[in-house]
Structures are given as C-alpha cells and as structure tokens.
C-alpha cells in the first residue's frame, strides 16, 4: 500500500508539501495540489484518520444524534448527511437518542462527553435544559436539522409556515370545520417542528374567523397512529369535519385509510392534506406541502463545515423550501356530499 512518502516521490515534492496538499492544511499552489492528487489517485494512496488528524487536529469525523432511524424523515435526512460527509472524506459515528431513555442519558453524559468527533449534527433532538447544557460544555460546533435551534446554526423548512398554508388551501376550498391530527396537545412529546405546523394551522384558522372550529386532535406520529386517532374523528357523522391536515404524511396516509374503511369518501366527503411528500404520498395522492430531508442533510454538513473553518462566523438558519404540491386527496366542499353525512360547517 502506498505511503506519504511514494506519492511525494511521485509528485516530485516533500512529505510535507504532498501532506498539506491532500489534507488542505497550509498553503499549497493550485498546480502543485493538483499535482499530488493527481500521484495519490495514481498510486491508490488513501490517507489514515490518525495521519489526518496529526497534521490538522481533527478526527475527521461527525457525531450524528438523532431519536430514531425508522421514521422516513430520519432515514433520509442520514443518507444526505452520509453522502455529504463521503464526499469530502469525513467518517460518521451516529448515537442514537430516543426520548426518555436510559441510552439518551449514557449517550449525553458518556458517549458524546468523549468527544471523538469535530462536531455534531443533531437531527430533530430537543435537548433538556442538562442536556443543552452539556452539549456547549463540548466546544464543538453543532448544527440541528428539524428541531431546536438555540444558539446553533440549523436547517429546516418553516414548520409554521407549512401548517399555515396546509391549512389556508383547504380554506380557500371552501372548507370550515377542519382538523388537525397528529402530536400530543400538551407538547410533551410534541417536536419542535410539529408544535410550529400547529401553530401554523391554528393562526390560519384565527386569521379566516373559524377559530371557534379548529380542534387538535392528539395522535402518534405515524401511519397507526394517524389511522387510530382519524377512526375516532371521524366515526360519528354528526361532529365528522369536512378536511383535516395531517402533521405529517404518515399521519394523514392513516386517516385516508380510516376514512376509507369507515366509507368515507376522499375528496368528496374528506379532503386530507399533509406535510413532507412522502415517499407513500403518491401513491394516495396525496396534497402535501413538499420537503427533501436528504438536502436537508447536506446542508447541515456544509453549514458545520464552514463553523469548522470559521468558528467565529455568525450562525444561520437555512429555511429550505417545501412548495405545495396539490393531488387528488383535496377538492372544493361538495354541499350535497356533506348534507349526506349531516356536517355542519
């Protein structure tokens, strides 16, 4: 296998020069930098973390924290991350954080206090105050994707904006008595984000006069818990709404599966909308506002690496776009179809 050494040969250039050239630390010209890839792509020369970090004083490596990896969100948002880091030579070690648990706490007070790591992305995590806390005692850079942004540089959509808009569409449809599924109401385990696509629907519902309407109703963030919360909404037709938003398509795929089994047409009796697109969104043709957590990831590891170069510069919140993307799960209010089911709007 070849050494430092032979690629310097090779390049007709010091240890030191063809070191600087491949790890980018000091001054190099173009020519030579090129010079030296050129004779490391030719001699198959990849170099060792340790040999790295020697000459830089970094691990090349990122922490990844996130709850969970079985939520489409998550898995997504890693592959970026993954690719991004690829890409530019960086290792990834992931912890994982589920809420409440004994693996978080090992993780915070343990794992991360080891700090094999040049900093961290945390995706969708909500650190307690301790926590938080804990997380700047580090001195690492850290960069959140979907969740709190106290003092970090972060990447998003604009969660509220989302629900807001989720919200005036089915308004503008003719909709009145509409629905929000998905969360806990008393935001215990309600993230970050879902707590703003609330916020975004209820500020929609105030700002049309319907406040007196609008109804959260609890739900887990999944297809289940969607299909269980959207069973009990919508199965007695006397208070049934005529539209819901989803806080998440995973939620609003299960409430379309509710109203189906309940005989509930859609869009003619339900119009459902949701937040992310989905990878099922398609296929129920789905109305949803659209994300892309796999750009999401590679925007945080371009933003922690810049803080890596420049730990003094100011700190940004990338808001990315989620433009909405209208299918067939959302129709104008049909009066005869709601006189059928006996709705009152």
Same mark, same amino acid.
């Given at each position: 296998m070849a050494g430092i050494a032979d690629v310097a040969h090779a390049a007709g250039v010091s240890k030191s020069t063809a070191s600087r050239a491949l790890t980018g630390a000091g001054y190099v010209s173009d020519e030579t930098r090129a010079r030296v890839q050129k004779a490391a792509t030719a001699l198959g020369y990849v170099p060792t973390t340790s040999a790295v970090s020697l000459v830089t004083g970094r691990t090349q490596t990122i922490?990844? #924290?996130?709850?969970?990896?079985?939520?489409?969100?998550?898995?997504?948002?890693?592959?970026?991350?993954?690719?991004?880091?690829?890409?530019?030579? =960086?290792?990834?070690?992931l912890y994982g954080a589920p809420p409440e648990s004994e693996a978080r706490r090992e993780m915070f007070e343990h794992f991360l206090a080891r700090k094999r790591f040049d900093g961290l992305i945390a995706v969708g995590i909500e650190?307690?105050?301790?926590e938080l806390e804990r997380l700047v005692a580090f001195g690492k850079p850290v960069v959140s994707v979907g969740g709190y942004d106290v003092g970090t540089n972060a990447?998003?959509?604009?969660?509220?904006?989302?629900?807001?808009?989720?919200?005036?569409?089915?308004?503008?449809?003719?909709?009145?008595?509409?629905?929000? #599924?998905?969360?806990?109401?008393?935001?215990?385990?309600?993230? =970050?984000?879902?707590?703003?696509? #609330?916020?975004? =629907?209820?500020?929609?519902?105030?700002?049309?006069?319907?406040q007196a309407s609008?109804?959260?109703?609890?739900?887990?963030?999944?297809?289940?818990?969607? =299909?269980?919360?959207?069973v009990d909404l919508l199965g007695d037709r006397r208070t049934r709404p005529t539209a819901l938003v989803g806080v998440c398509d995973e939620v609003a795929v299960g409430a379309i599966i509710a109203a189906r089994r309940l005989g509930i047409r859609v869009p003619d009796q339900l119009s459902v909308v949701g937040i992310d697109d989905h990878a099922y969104a398609e296929m129920f043709s789905l109305t949803t506002l659209q994300q892309k957590p796999h750009q999401q990831g590679r925007a945080a590891v371009q933003l922690l690496l810049w803080q890596l170069d420049d730990p003094d510069a100011p700190?940004?919140?990338i808001y990315e776009a989620s433009p909405l993307i209208v299918r067939s799960s959302t129709a104008a209010i049909d009066d005869d179809a709601s006189a059928i089911v006996g709705v009152g709007r």
């Open positions: 922490g990844v #924290v996130m709850p969970t990896l079985d939520r489409w969100f998550f898995a997504h948002v890693l592959e970026g991350i993954q690719d991004a880091l690829l890409e530019r030579r =960086y290792d990834l070690a650190p307690s105050a301790h990447v998003s959509i604009d969660d509220g904006a989302a629900g807001r808009i989720a919200t005036e569409h089915l308004i503008g449809l003719g909709h009145r008595s509409i629905a929000f #599924v998905g969360g806990d109401p008393d935001g215990r385990r309600t993230s =970050y984000g879902d707590r703003q696509r #609330v916020d975004g =629907y209820l500020a929609a519902m105030r700002d049309a006069g319907l609008a109804a959260h109703v609890p739900a887990q963030v999944s297809m289940p818990g969607g =299909y269980s919360a959207a700190t940004h919140r």
